[in-house]
């Protein structure tokens, strides 16, 4: 017996990974819906073999159905996911807006998989940002030898994670500059993003901190120790597809790079790639379309007394998003709902 799934938003990049990972998956299926705005209603998504006609997600009702994966963004995830957990539904949302809600449990399920029994106070679970998944899948490993005591993380974010809007706007401008009379003006980034780096993604906060640099300190607290100090600096970078991170540790305790390199080797989720030679470390274009966070560029840090220097490589549709979101849905199926 499986599951009866819901995915809202499957027309977007998301939704359309979360789509081909809970086939890839074999996540146990015994009916699935594809929901998506009244703009893109009847547009054909891919599901394994079959193919599914999107349904209108203002008018779907989520009675009887047990797990809905939301990727709507946040202004249309407050109107429906209340809706869909009211109704029985459990939703995971990919969006921001419940991930700081004390009454709902924002899941790695690598980190911190007991949190999922949180998830009965609204019937909702939250999928963090794509940037702080893949860094606490390297960090909850060596947390829990050395206990961390501050991060300093500098990110290197694909234009995928601003959406379709993002992948056109750097597709075309690449284009245009080898064609001078076909002028593509920033529209999506603040910047022209091709050939370029903007040292900006999301709002501006009063701190001058950006809101994605905030997430990042928020959610790792949150989901793997709040006595974690966290200091981000994010950038957009004129990639496809993968983020990256370079990522300084300062733990309580010693670790030396070996044995911080064996922990990771061994942890769930890591594939560590870390040759000290041309070419020994993993990059965004490599980690297109796996499963896995890559872990490289593993050395001790001489500035401090317990310090590490990471390199961290994910594929933001899939860990960031899509993967961990059906994860977590693996998760409550064998911890709570276990009917598969």
Request: aromatic residues 8%.
């Amino acid at each position: 017996m499986g599951y009866k799934v819901v995915v809202a938003g499957a027309t977007g990049n998301v939704g359309r990974e979360m789509l081909n990972i809970l086939a890839e998956r074999q996540f146990p299926v015994d009916e699935i819906a594809a929901l998506a705005s009244r703009k893109s209603l009847g547009t054909e998504v891919s599901f394994g073999d079959k193919t599914l006609k999107t349904k209108d997600l203002d008018t779907f009702d989520f009675t009887g159905w047990d797990i809905a994966l939301f990727a709507v963004g946040s202004d249309a995830t407050k109107t429906y996911a209340p809706k869909a957990a009211k109704a029985g539904c459990v939703v995971i949302d990919n969006s921001s807006l419940y991930r700081y809600d004390a009454d709902v449990p924002l899941i790695v399920p690598e980190v911190n998989s007991q949190a999922i029994h949180g998830y009965a106070k609204k019937n909702i679970i939250a999928n963090p940002n794509c940037s702080t998944a893949q860094m606490v899948v390297a960090l909850k490993p060596l947390h829990d030898r050395a206990k961390v005591k501050r991060v300093v993380v500098s990110t290197y974010q694909s234009v995928s994670g601003a959406g379709k809007e993002g992948i056109d706007e750097l597709w075309d401008q690449t284009k245009s500059i080898y064609n001078p009379t076909d002028d593509k003006p920033a529209k999506k980034f603040t910047k022209q993003i091709a050939f370029n780096v903007i040292p900006h993604i999301d709002v501006f906060m009063d701190s001058g901190e950006t809101k994605e640099e905030w997430k990042m300190v928020a959610e790792t607290k949150k989901i793997v120790d709040p006595s974690i100090k966290v200091t981000a600096t994010c950038v957009r970078v004129p990639v496809f597809v993968g983020h990256s991170e370079a990522v300084n540790i300062e733990f309580e305790d010693h670790l030396d790079e070996d044995e911080a390199r064996d922990i990771l080797r061994t942890a769930p989720g890591i594939l560590v790639v870390d040759k000290r030679e041309d070419g020994g470390y993993v990059t965004p274009i490599e980690c297109v379309g796996d499963y896995a966070t890559f872990v490289s560029r593993i050395r001790q840090d001489s500035t401090i007394d317990n310090g590490l220097n990471l390199w961290v490589v994910s594929d933001n549709l899939r860990k960031g998003a899509a993967l961990n979101a059906v994860q977590i849905a693996e998760l409550l199926g064998r911890e709570v709902l276990k009917k598969g």
